[in-house]
Structure formats: structure tokens, C-alpha cells
């Protein structure tokens, strides 16, 4: 029994040096020191303090004048205010024409990853480290200089590769692109500290994150402008309606939750706002139908050497016939509607003809109906970019992404919907209504090797040919 016992001390003796071994191996291999490792709650509540609560900041005269109000119509006030003067900037950026609306987005843009950013800055100072912010600045210069590049080729590269010293650019400007960001990843590389691996490498993550939403969705932006000011006004329009109209059906009539995200998001607000947006859409886009200045494409003109907004109206912006017939019902007597006549159409000179069964004509713009499927995007998903934005605020316990615009937060906290809305407007156009760009295909053959050029010359000349014969 002694025996048996001694073995068991000498066991037990042995457990515990291994043990003790393997957390002295885990403290060795371990990255943060326990003094330096700061609680996760700790740490946010101190991010949440350096960071600015937009909607609490109110001018003081504004706030002077409505202090007899409740908080609840103080803020609703406020909020008002701001909204109009929001409109009314963008409609006199609207007409300031599209370098206005491209300058605009690209400040906008600027500002939006300024604020992201910002957040991942708190960490940068708490952590001291070494080149985050400079680093994220020099990515979005690069990315900014690949997106913009690429379509600054695709509307004037007939005109730039005629420029001897600029054709270089146009040639190897995926490579210029690519070299850049190596610059930057190599610089990243050689920053990397001992102790901050995980945050350093988080923070490279957050940095591209945010190009991906806030450089791209503004590139895509700026192309839905070039295919015509319609294709970026209404869109726009529909999610600033869809905002405002959810925020006054919910703050009047809201009385359901929608989401746990948004508190104050509602049922009654958010199927409120739908329908208001859907009959805005309608009529908006009736609206600018009529006008060569929002429908046209936005292009070059060689002879004119300047940008040009003129154009033979398309099929979607001239007014179509929708005929509507009267038909007898084979069970009855009386005139009555067939709904079977719905299924017939016409195809006259590109004209729709739907037979609903009434005996009258109207005309409509076919923009009208594609304008109908914006707004219930705009209206069913478009608001999922704010609940996103809500939930990336609530993880680190702030109310707004910046304190820019009293009322309403930062410039993040406007354009959170408008950047998932631009996606679904590009990708819109290009499945169902671009077609191919004369000046993107010429850009292409002016890069081919004169043999190649030659023979698509060839090819073009026996097929015209062939066609006029």
C-alpha cells in the first residue's frame, strides 16, 4: 500500500510539472501580455467615448428655439429641417450637371471612409499602432486610382490613345494599378510589430472591408450617372422618399416592431414607406421622361471636344401605346373583361401592345415600369443597408457613424441604403437594359496590334459589304 501510494504522489507530481510546463509554454507563445490585453467591454465602452454621436449635436440657435419642445417632436423638428436642406443641395447639385454630381460622390465617398475608418483609428491610438491611418489613406488612393482609371478608359480612351504620353497609362494601367498596391502591401509587411500581429491584421481586413463597400459602390455610381442622370437621380430619390416616408408612418402610426437592430424601425413605418416610395417612383420618373437632360447618356463628343447630354430619345423614353380593348365574354351577354386578352401582345416597331379589356389607349414610358421594379427594391431591400449600419454601430455602442449632419449622424449614416441601391441599379442595367458601347469596343481595337486591327478591318468590310449588296 505504501508502494502503491508513493507511485501515486510521484504521478501526481508529474501531472502537475507538465502542466505547469505547458502554461509556461502558452505565456511564452502567447501575443498580448495580460497587462496590455484590455476587456472586450472595456475596450468598446473606451471606443464609444472617442467617438462622435451625431444626432445629440443640434446648433444652439436651432436648440434655443426649440427648447420647449418634448425630445421626441425636438428631434423629429430637427430632423426635418435637415432633410429639406439636404434636398435642396442635391437639387442644386443636379443642376450643376454630372462633373457636379461625380465631384460629389466622390467627396461623399471620401467622407463615408473617413468615418469608418475613424472607429478603426480609435483602436490605431489605443494600441499605438504604427501606420494604420496612413496606410488605409494610401489604399484608397490606389483602389480609387484602378476603379476611376478603368472607367475613365472605357468613355475616352479613343481620344486618350491619341495622346502619345497618355496611351502608356491606358495600355499598362491594370499593371500601374497592381504595382501600386504592392507598394502598399509590402509597406503593411514591413509594419508589423511583434506584439500586435492579430490587431494589425484585423485592422488590414477592416481597411479593405470598407474600400469594398464605400470605393466600389461610388464607382458603380458614377457609371449608372454616365448611362444617363435618370439612372442616378431616380434611384436616389426613391431611397431618400422610402427613408423619409418610413420615418413619418412609423413616428406617427408605428406601433410594431420590424427589427431588433432598429428599435424604432416598425412594421407600420416600413410598408408605409413602400407604397409611398412605389407611387413616387411612378410619378418622378413620368417626370424627368420628358426631359433630354436627365435621359440621355453621358458621352464624348470628338467634334465638339467636350462632354455631351443630347440625344435621339431611346425606346424606354418615348411614349408607348398601351391599348386597351373591350371584348365579349363567351358566357354572358354583356361586355365583361377576358382576362385571357392579357396574355396577347403586339409587337409593332418595338411597341408593346398589352389588351387589358377596357376599349381606351394610354401612353406610357416604358422607363415607367423598370422604374416600378427600383422602387420595390429600394423599398423591400434597400433598407437592409441601414439595418446593416445599425448593427456595425451597436457592436461598438455608437448612435452614428459621425456628427456631420444634426439630426440625422454622420454622412455614413444617409448613404448606408444608397450604396446597396447603386449595386442593384448597375447590375439592373447591365442584365436588362446596356447594350454594347461603340467607344468601349473601339478603346479595345486601338489596343490590338496593327495586324489584328487590320484584320477586324478586313472582317467589317466584307461584312458591310455583303450587307449592301
Not at 270 to 283: E, H, K, S, Y
Request: aromatic share 16%.
Amino acid at each position: 500500500m505504501a508502494e502503491v501510494r508513493r507511485r501515486k504522489a510521484e504521478n501526481e507530481a508529474d501531472d502537475a510539472a507538465a502542466a505547469a510546463a505547458s502554461s509556461a509554454a502558452d505565456s511564452s507563445d502567447h501575443v498580448d501580455s495580460e497587462e496590455e490585453k484590455i476587456p472586450e467591454e472595456q475596450f468598446v465602452e473606451e471606443l464609444a467615448k472617442n467617438l462622435p454621436q451625431g444626432t445629440d449635436k443640434t446648433p444652439e440657435l436651432l436648440d434655443s428655439a426649440l427648447k420647449d419642445l418634448p425630445d421626441r417632436w425636438k428631434n423629429w423638428v430637427i430632423r426635418g429641417i435637415f432633410t429639406w436642406i439636404m434636398i435642396c443641395g442635391f437639387a442644386l447639385i443636379i443642376y450643376g450637371g454630372p462633373l457636379a454630381l461625380m465631384v460629389t460622390t466622390l467627396l461623399v465617398q471620401v467622407k463615408c471612409f473617413q468615418e469608418i475608418i475613424s472607429i478603426g483609428y480609435q483602436v490605431y491610438r489605443i494600441h499605438g499602432l504604427p501606420w494604420f491611418r496612413s496606410l488605409s489613406w494610401y489604399f484608397l488612393l490606389t483602389s480609387n486610382y484602378f476603379f476611376y482609371g478603368e472607367h475613365l478608359v472605357d468613355y475616352f480612351g479613343v481620344v486618350i490613345n491619341r495622346v502619345e504620353y497618355l496611351k502608356f497609362l491606358v495600355t499598362y494601367h491594370r499593371f500601374l494599378s497592381f504595382a501600386l498596391y504592392i507598394v502598399g502591401f509590402v509597406w503593411f509587411v514591413l509594419s508589423l510589430v511583434k506584439k500586435y500581429y492579430i490587431k494589425q491584421f484585423s485592422l488590414f481586413a477592416w481597411t479593405h472591408v470598407s474600400l469594398l463597400i464605400v470605393v466600389t459602390q461610388s464607382y458603380l455610381i458614377i457609371q449608372n450617372i454616365f448611362e444617363g442622370l435618370i439612372w442616378f437621380i431616380v434611384p436616389v430619390s426613391m431611397i431618400v422618399c422610402n427613408d423619409v416616408m418610413a420615418y413619418v408612418f412609423g413616428f406617427f402610426f408605428g406601433r410594431t416592431p420590424l427589427i431588433k437592430l432598429s428599435p424604432k424601425k416598425t412594421w407600420e413605418g416600413f410598408i408605409g414607406g413602400g407604397f409611398a416610395t412605389v407611387l413616387f417612383g411612378i410619378l418622378f420618373s413620368y417626370i424627368l421622361c420628358n426631359y433630354q437632360y436627365f435621359i440621355c447618356p453621358i458621352q464624348y463628343s470628338e467634334e465638339l471636344g467636350r462632354m455631351t447630354m443630347s440625344c435621339v430619345p431611346s425606346y424606354l423614353f418615348t411614349p408607348q401605346e398601351y391599348s386597351l380593348k373591350l371584348v365579349r365574354h363567351p358566357n354572358t351577354s354583356t361586355h365583361a373583361f377576358n382576362m385571357a386578352s392579357l396574355k396577347s401582345i403586339d409587337l409593332y416597331t418595338n411597341q408593346l401592345q398589352f389588351q387589358f379589356g377596357i376599349g381606351k389607349t394610354m401612353n406610357i414610358y416604358p422607363f415607367i415600369w423598370h422604374s416600378i421594379s427600383l422602387s420595390m427594391f429600394s423599398s423591400i431591400i434597400g433598407p437592409f443597408g441601414g439595418f446593416f449600419a445599425s448593427g456595425f454601430k451597436r457592436a461598438f455602442k455608437i448612435k452614428d457613424f459621425g456628427d456631420m449632419i444634426p439630426g440625422h449622424g454622420g454622412i455614413m449614416d444617409r448613404f448606408d441604403c444608397q450604396f446597396l441601391m447603386a449595386t442593384f441599379v448597375n447590375v439592373y442595367i447591365s442584365s436588362f437594359i446596356r447594350t454594347p458601347s461603340p467607344s468601349k469596343l473601339l478603346t479595345q481595337i486601338y489596343n490590338l496590334k496593327p495586324d489584328q486591327q487590320y484584320q477586324i478591318y478586313q472582317s467589317l468590310k466584307d461584312s458591310l459589304g455583303d450587307m449592301l449588296n
